[in-house]
């Protein structure tokens, strides 16, 4: 197992160069100049020339790619163009309220969709089953900023139980925290909690059909240690893999969410960047968001280990 | 009750009375703003966005302003002297002046400041390439000699549009021009707290304890810039809609931009106020380039002039409401001084579809395409290209319409390469009322071929109009000049406004004293 970590752990390191590589790449072929968004309206086509030439944008894009790599390796992620802030600074500001919004999301998405899925599993083609299921499908076809404004309008403009907007930092208390969360975290869970819940029930529907459950239940087991006990824990592969594969949802939904409740997080700085050709700033969360994911997968296949002892590495 | 008991129920009961009092004293210290856009930087010379100005008006100041009137009057300065041959301009700092770091604000970092700023801005090189010398007498004297007489000096250092002739420390201001600042010191109101920005999200801004407004009422840029906040506080909420909720809710107190489609809703609510925010308002423009066919042929120019319809790019881009827009047959903003119709009479009227495709058959189009950028993450310019794409159809043009983002036109604007090869026939954009108020912020009107904005147009004959509105020396042969601009522009077609319109801003019931201005003016403004 040891081993295996450690063999994973350093195939990180080509899948992250190739990663480099790729978005380094294009962002060199995509449409865009910084220096003409810094530059204004009023500018010039020589003032625009001089401030790429001074942003180094006039180089060869070997030279470009080589002088950021080299600055990668030695963990300087580079400075951002428009606010002359490092890259690295900038990161560390928004990863609190993505990390605690991702956080949130995944711990009410499980707690609401693998309960729904073993239901729906259990009541198979009855009234609680169809219910869930046409949440389900309601979950999954909404778009996220719809699901947003509703609830905003709802909870924050109408009761008035949550607010609308912002993010308050954990230090400054755990309820202030989690109140401009709750909202968000519903927002983004809705198509997460529709993808678990379907995957749920449908490995657990396979689980129910064995042999082994059969056998549980005649020799006079309750339903509940029958259903959450012996099948849940040998359908959970699957649906670890989903939860893992959900994390680009997550990422990608972050971006949605995080600019309807003006969440100051790293889905946001992407966005803000793309829109002026930040090209540091898109770099390094692209490269921190690939890393994470190559993470979350590593965790997930070495989660399999713990559902089912039969699988070695 | 025991005695003990009696005093600790009182004071309890003693503090949750006075808990909201206290916690409505600490709101009324702090203005929480919406503003426009993300602030990107501070730096008033190298940043060009109209954001970055706004913020940079807080933090920093100049040594002229402008009021409501246009008018420059003395800021950081007691006054100004010229010489009878308007060569040698003389200046005197207010005595008091500090700088956010404690230091005094002496002619040397004026000196500084204003070289820096020369290099980047428009009215600034036009200074600069008259300059013989600008040097500090004492610490609070200075004097700028010029080569050549330009009566619109004070104008220059009063402007309130990008980039702005903010004063910095001396050390500051030896920064690149074309490399942005790294200590945000300014003399303004307002203290820029760095540590407490997260770009993209917030700003905070404290009151400057050691500022010395001038005795007049504020005005605009000019006057007693009072603050009546101990923090002004920046929350940047790019969707619209979240940023209406939230100024509903009362989560914030004033909001830059709210959308037009949103303004109704805001109306609504009882505890929000809702008004025009900068009395200048905006200009649309289509921007032609002039280098490549069809469009270095001046016939295709006015045929394309004789089919646009202004009341149609207004509605597009503001809706329904009329309140927000009139028709500009004019390259000068609506309601200054300078403002005329001259030769507007190609622009007004009923458009002329019959006479547009008989200009296209005598210049001999032949259907080539015409690449017209539009940028669609920008209602307005999105909504003008549509304009254009279908009154150019049916006038007879071939338009290819490259739907892109923002970013891409700013750069494929800048290219001069052929249509076919990367570059491009039309772009739209808008400029500010206030950088149209004459031809001095008004890049767009320039006709100076290859140094001229994007479009290059080519017209000596109106530059040196031009060149004689600079050298007016009273508002009534400006007129003369700037109707004879008018009228040369609109024949030659160096671009084509779109009208003019404005905006709105939305603010909470409890915050008084809010002016319309072409910046949110923070200066006077209250909370109950």
Redesign the interface.
Known sequence: MGIYFLRRVLATIPVMAVVALFVFSLLYIA???PA?????????????A??RA?LGLDRPFIVRFGDWLWHIVHGDLGT?I????PVSH?IA??IEPTLSLMILTLVVSLVIAIPMGVVAAWKQGKWQDRLIMVFAVLGFSTPVFVIG?VL??VF??QL?WL????FVPIEQGFWPFLRTLILPAFTLGGIYIALIARITRASMLDVLSQDYVRTARAKGLGERPVLFVHALKNAAVPIVTVVGLGVALLIGGAVVTE????I?GLG??T??A????DYPVIQGVVLLFSFVYVLVNLAIDLLYTVFDPRIRY | MRRRDFLATSLAAATSLAAPAIARGAEARVLRFVPQANLPNLDPVWGTQYVVRNASLLVFDTLFGIDASLTPHPQMCEGSETSDDGLVWRFRLRPGLKFHDGTQVLARDAVASLGRWMARDTMGQLIRARLDAMTASDDRAFEIRLKAPFPKLLFALAKGNPNLPAIMPERIAQTDPFKQISDIIGSGPMTFQKDEWVPGSRAVFARFDGYAPRNEPGNWMAGGKRIHFERIEWQIIPDPATAAAALQSGEVDWWETPLPDLVPLLRQSEDVRVDIADPLGNVGILRMNHLYPPFNDVRLRRALQMVANQPDYMRAIVGNDDALWKTMPSFITPGTPLYTEAGGEALSGKRDFAGAKKLLVEAGYGGEKVVMLVATDLIITKGQGDVSADVMAKAGFNVDYVATDWGTVGARRAKKDPPSQGGWNIFHTWLAGVDCINPAPNIAIHTTGPKAWFGWPDNPAIEAMIGDWYAAPDLASEKQQIEKINRASMEFVTFIPTGFFYGYQAWRREVGGIVKAPFPVFWDVKKA
């Open positions: 449409p865009g100049d003409a968004v810094i530059a204004g309206d009023q500018a010039s086509p020589e003032q625009i001089h401030i001074s951002s428009f606010t002359n802030l900038m500001q928004r404004y905003a309008f924050a403009l008035r607010p609308v907007q912002g600019s309807v409740f003006a100051p946001r700085l966005v803000d793309i829109l002026r050709r």
